[in-house]
């Protein structure tokens, strides 16, 4: 049976309970460049030319597990990553995740940040993976200043849901719709 053909680990994503203090640490202790922003929920941040390899998201104030471990809504990993050779590779990575029945959570997308292709599914443990291409590349000396994205349908999926191979989520839908 086939399998994937990832290149190399790529980004994590942390639910963190203080973005701006957690942002602090990882750029004045850590040492890592901010790319951007999405208002106030989520900064990306790079230690190289990927525009990220780390991402934290701001866990929403009142959520009830903020100090359990290990679920949505707490301090941890969302997801993690691996880079992938392009939006072929994709195609054919969600053909190989159906005939292993593997369940797709999210994808085919395009992030705003990052600019990256994304298609999401679950590990046996539940933990969400993504595989991307094409993310934005920031050489050092290019002059990229961060800014600031609305958290909206535009920053989550460029797309607009359009490439998605299963059903966005309600919940998905309703966060970058300004519903929620």
């Known amino acids: 049976m086939e399998k994937l053909r990832p290149k190399k680990l790529g980004h994590l994503v942390l639910m963190v309970r203080d973005i701006h203090k957690s942002a602090r640490f990882y750029t004045e202790v850590v040492g890592l460049t901010v790319s951007d922003w999405i208002g106030d929920q989520m900064v990306f941040l790079r230690a190289g030319q990927d525009h990220h390899d780390l991402a934290l998201s701001q866990i929403p104030p009142g959520s009830p597990g903020m100090d359990d471990l290990p679920h949505y809504g707490r301090p941890g990993v969302e997801h993690f990553s691996y880079l992938v050779e392009d939006r072929a590779e994709i195609d054919r990575t969600v053909e190989v995740l159906k005939a292993h029945g593997v369940e797709i959570v999210r994808g085919i997308g395009k992030h705003g940040p990052g600019e990256n292709l994304f298609l999401v599914f679950k590990d046996p443990d539940g933990n969400n ?39 966005p989520p309600q919940a998905v839908v309703d966060a970058k719709s300004g519903k929620s």
């Open 129 to 167: 993976v993504e595989v991307y291409c094409e993310m934005t590349q920031i050489p050092p000396g290019s002059g990229y200043q961060a800014k600031v994205w609305e958290r909206n349908i535009e920053s989550f999926d460029q797309y607009r849901f359009k490439h998605f191979v299963v059903p």
